[in-house]
């Protein structure tokens, strides 16, 4: 965010590097570039174990949701949706981090402000997210003999059931999963990297930030797995089922109740293998992408 866009009186944080309208542009399209050629290369690699991750957790049960057959399907919407996702995800991110430093006075290294950075990010892209889940998840379940294309899932849900309740059905149980999976997986992600070089003594690489990223994102993964099986039970639901009518605790409930602890934790080896070889590639990508684009940027500068 530019220097004069912030409330009168707030003092500029000594830790932030002044902000030229140049640079600021570069961050922002860094950013948006990064974001979405890290979400694009994690959603295509890994989502076979997406797919399985999901069956798993399906009411109807792994086995007649599909097993391990058509398995890539629900792949367009995910592909289609994963670049703006992540692109609006980290552009966010950066930028309330900086609001939130400046408005504060907090350090940028500071947890908190990584955490409140994060969760407000994640609320913004869950409006691209949530849509996207529903036609992916749906498509992932229907079973081999549908022929019905992620639009037309869209579209179907929308017409039936209309917008909160059928396109963002789920939105809340979604925030609900993202955020309290954002409050612990990017404060170990920062924390990992600052702590990186003077544990270690080597220098930072795209490829340790991606270990660090995938340390965090398996803690944080397997930590919010019985938040991820609600949020897929609610998506899944048929429109007449009880299981919409029900609030997200009383859903946690009736798992509990129909399948013990194992079913809170299903899918739980499937989640926290996509996530942490997801964070690995994410950050990785992430990294490798914004290190070329700054690289290019000083190029051009000169």
């Known amino acids: 965010m530019e220097a004069e866009l912030l409330p009168a009186g707030v003092a500029i944080n000594p830790e932030i590097a002044p902000v030229t309208p140049e640079s600021s542009q570069h961050n922002?399209?860094?950013?948006?570039?990064?974001?979405?050629?890290?979400?694009?290369?994690?959603?295509?690699?890994?989502?076979?174990?997406?797919?399985?991750?999901?069956?798993?957790?399906?009411?109807?049960?792994?086995?007649?949701?599909?097993g391990f057959k058509g398995i890539y399907k629900g792949l367009a919407p995910a592909a289609a949706g994963s670049a703006p996702t992540a692109a609006l995800f980290f552009c966010a991110y950066e930028n309330f981090k900086r609001l939130f430093c400046n408005?504060?006075?907090?350090?940028?290294?500071?947890?908190?402000?990584?955490?409140?950075?994060?969760?407000s990010a994640e609320v913004l892209a869950c409006l691209i997210r949530v849509p996207v889940e529903?036609?992916?998840?749906?498509?992932?379940?229907?079973?081999n003999k549908s022929q019905q294309g992620a639009l037309q899932i869209l579209w179907t849900a929308y017409k039936t059931e209309g917008l909160r309740r059928g396109l963002y059905r789920g939105f809340g149980s979604t925030i609900m999963r993202e955020i309290p999976f954002s409050l612990i997986q990017f404060p170990l992600w920062e924390f990992f990297k600052l702590?990186?070089?003077p544990v270690t003594g080597l220098d930072s690489t795209p490829f340790t930030v991606a270990l660090c990223g995938a340390v965090a994102g398996g803690i944080s993964a397997g930590l919010t797995t019985p938040l991820d099986v609600?949020?897929?039970?609610?998506?899944?639901?048929?429109?007449?089922?009880?299981?919409?009518?029900?609030?997200?605790?009383?859903?946690?409930?009736?798992?509990y109740r129909e399948k013990g602890l194992g079913g809170l934790f299903a899918g739980f080896v499937p989640r926290v293998m996509w996530i942490t070889l997801g964070g690995a590639f994410f950050f990785g990508f992430y990294d490798l992408t914004t290190r070329m684009l700054a690289d290019e940027n000083l190029k051009t500068s000169q």
Request: aromatic fraction near 6%; glycine fraction near 8%.
């Open 28 to 66: 922002f399209i860094n950013a948006l570039v990064a974001g979405g050629v890290a979400g694009m290369v994690v959603d295509i690699a890994l989502f076979p174990i997406d797919t399985v991750k999901t069956r798993l957790q399906s009411e109807r049960g792994f086995w007649r949701s599909g």
């Open 103 to 119: 408005l504060s006075g907090c350090t940028k290294n500071s947890p908190f402000i990584h955490m409140a950075s994060a969760s």
């Open 134 to 143: 529903i036609a992916k998840q749906r498509r992932q379940t229907l079973g």
């Open 195 to 197: 702590q990186w070089q």
């Open 230 to 255: 609600v949020k897929t039970r609610i998506m899944l639901a048929e429109q007449n089922s009880a299981i919409r009518k029900l609030s997200i605790p009383k859903v946690l409930g009736s798992i």
